[in-house]
């Protein structure tokens, strides 16, 4: 499998993809990176951080979407171990916050979006049956 044999519509999707999260972890965590206090800083500051970078490399998803797959894969996993490492046990427990409640919407919205829009037969191919590159 190469990359002719994903059709143009998939690929449009993923860019689309790629701007929606750009876009909405911009819109989230950008104005927080330019004004915030030095508590939030020490809190948040390196979560807010990662995504702000998450956000500026997906802009490169737009002119190579099949090449940055591995970076929407990131984003699927990252938010189910989230999901399943904290925000569950808080949920049993009883202790949600409406903060993390948010970040569950949030990451629930990523959990079932993302698999929507990945190309598995790629990605099984790619990831999985090909020949590995060399070591040496």
Same mark, same amino acid.
């Given at each position: 499998m190469n $990359?002719?044999?994903? !059709?143009?519509?998939?690929? $449009? @999707?993923? &860019?689309?993809?790629?701007?929606?999260? %750009?876009v909405g972890l911009m819109v989230s965590f950008? !104005?927080?990176? *330019?004004? #915030?206090?030095? *508590?939030?800083?020490? /809190?948040?500051?390196?979560t807010a951080a990662l995504l702000t970078g998450l956000a500026i490399v997906c802009l490169w998803g737009l002119r190579y979407p099949l090449q940055l797959l591995p970076l929407l894969i990131f984003e699927l996993v990252w938010k189910v171990v989230w999901l399943l490492a904290i925000a569950a046990p808080m949920w049993l427990g009883g202790t949600m916050t409406p903060g993390v409640e948010e970040t569950v919407f949030a990451c629930l919205m990523g959990v079932v979006? %993302? !698999?929507?829009? @990945? !190309?598995? &037969?790629?990605?099984?191919? #790619?990831?999985?049956?090909? %020949?590995?590159? &060399?070591? /040496?």
């Open positions: $990359n002719d044999d994903i !059709p143009v519509w998939r690929l $449009n @999707l993923l &860019r689309a993809f790629y701007l929606l999260v %750009t950008g !104005p927080l990176m *330019l004004q #915030h206090s030095d *508590l939030w800083a020490q /809190r948040k500051g390196e979006l %993302t !698999p929507l829009v @990945l !190309p598995w &037969r790629y990605i099984a191919y #790619h990831y999985f049956k090909k %020949t590995a590159q &060399r070591w /040496r």
